[in-house]
């Protein structure tokens, strides 16, 4: 009899059956036996164990996910229940996908050309892998197809498939519990016509080109919609509706020119910064949407919990199950970073923003904690970010602004990074300005 186990898709997917305690720890110290230095365990996976597939569409914007631009993700979003306002750790793609599989904001720490071993097992799919999982991916032409570290993040064992046409036409090859993640299409607008600054804003184009940009982009938005819908076909024709939790997300957005900016990189604005997040499956609610601010951080500790895995301890990010089955989640913050240029800190409706470069400073990275340029937003009032109240409320701009800079002074040194020279010219093919990360 061929053994069974159930389904776990996010696109960013995720996984989760009814939702269970949060798991101890790994590397807690009130559980010893579950360190980050302890041997790995005997799989957990059972006959009820959830396969998992994640769709992480590259550059996604929350409000492309609509009936009219994209139906079968908005399908999807009808299906289970979607999370309104969820924020990306970071404003490109290395360190949104990374802070993803790490279930934190990643640190240089976690950016380099090579992750170093004992990190990459603490990222979700050596986890995953360690508890039985049986583990696949997909990058097809990507930015992250050329980092030359991309396989290692997924281990030797997993399988990669060319695109996710191809996983979808292969879906009854893999041994179950499966989990899938998919980074296959990228909404990046190729033929940009504007050469993008990490470092510094440039004149925006006119506004006919910006026009042709938001064309592109929604053009690229319906090819994603339909790889997608096509591999959700797929899934269902594999048998795996019933059994398989699908988690929608990406790693960040994308500007059409709000604040001065186009594009994605250094800026943590909240056209960047807010991504979709979608959760389908057995245990989930059917069309109910979560106002609850949340992460893409939170969708590795989600997945674990509904596998029954524990969550290693230096996760910052939490379960969300308990918000679709009546409970709530611990008070938190929200950080971004983009490579010591810019940073952004998130408590309730309060949004601090330091961001040099808005106001013409050309602050070098690596600098970013000497205050250059503050903003101070009141989302709840003012959520296209228009007023600037550091002024008006010095106080609250003060603790936050000092807040920010104690978290980003316990981070690793991002002038540490070091990038293969392959991976500097897809930099450049995939629309950033030069050859440095996130810009």
């Not at 009899?1 to 798991?23: D, E, I, K, N």
């Not at 583990?135 to 064992?157: I, N």
Request: charged share 20%; hydrophobic share 40%.
């Amino acid at each position: 009899m061929r053994y069974r186990g159930r389904m776990v898709v996010l696109l960013l997917a995720c996984a989760s059956t009814s939702a269970p305690p949060p798991p101890a720890a790994i590397g807690a110290p009130s559980a010893p036996a579950a360190s980050a230095d302890a041997a790995p365990r005997p799989p957990l996976t059972t006959p009820t164990t959830p396969n998992v597939v994640i769709l992480d569409v590259d550059s996604l914007r929350d409000d492309a996910v609509e009936p009219h631009g994209a139906p079968a993700l908005a399908r999807l979003a009808a299906e289970g229940v979607r999370f309104t306002t969820t924020r990306a750790a970071a404003g490109w793609t290395l360190p949104g996908f990374l802070s993803l599989l790490a279930g934190r904001p990643a640190e240089a720490d976690l950016l380099g050309e090579r992750i170093p071993e004992p990190l990459r097992d603490r990222l979700l799919p050596a986890l995953m892998t360690t508890y039985g999982y049986h583990v696949a991916y997909t990058w097809g032409d990507t930015l992250l197809a050329s980092h030359p570290d991309a396989g290692a993040w997924f281990g030797a064992e997993a399988r990669s498939f060319p695109t996710l046409t191809d996983a979808g036409a292969h879906l009854g090859e893999l041994s179950e519990p499966f989990f899938f993640l998919a980074h296959d299409v990228d909404l990046h607008p190729l033929d940009r016509r504007v050469e993008l600054s990490g470092a510094a804003r440039l004149e925006l184009p006119s506004e006919a080109v910006r026009a042709e940009y938001r064309s592109e982009y929604a053009s690229n938005v319906a090819r994603a919609d339909a790889a997608v819908g096509a591999f959700l076909t797929a899934l269902d024709a594999a048998g795996h509706h019933d059994d398989t939790l699908v988690v929608l997300t990406s790693d960040h957005g994308e500007s059409f020119g709000d604040h001065g900016w186009m594009g994605h990189g250094v800026n943590l604005h909240e056209d960047v910064l807010r991504v979709p997040l979608v959760i389908r499956g057995p245990g989930v609610p059917a069309g109910r949407n979560i106002t609850t601010a949340v992460g893409t951080i939170d969708v590795a500790p989600t997945l674990l919990a509904a596998s029954g895995i524990p969550v290693y301890a230096k996760m910052t990010g939490q379960a969300l199950q308990p918000l679709w089955t009546g409970g709530a989640l611990s008070e938190r913050t929200f950080y971004a970073q983009s490579n010591a240029v810019a940073a952004a800190r998130v408590e309730g409706d309060l949004k601090l923003l330091v961001l040099p470069p808005e106001c013409g400073d050309d602050t070098p990275a690596g600098t970013l904690r000497k205050p250059a340029c503050t903003w101070l937003f009141d989302l709840a009032a003012d959520p296209g970010e228009t007023t600037n109240l550091a002024a008006a409320r010095p106080d609250d701009a003060r603790r936050l602004r000092d807040d920010l800079f104690g978290w980003l002074g316990a981070q690793s040194d991002p002038e540490s990074l070091r990038q293969s020279q392959e991976f500097k010219k897809a930099l450049r093919k995939h629309g950033y300005f030069d050859a440095e990360p996130g810009k």
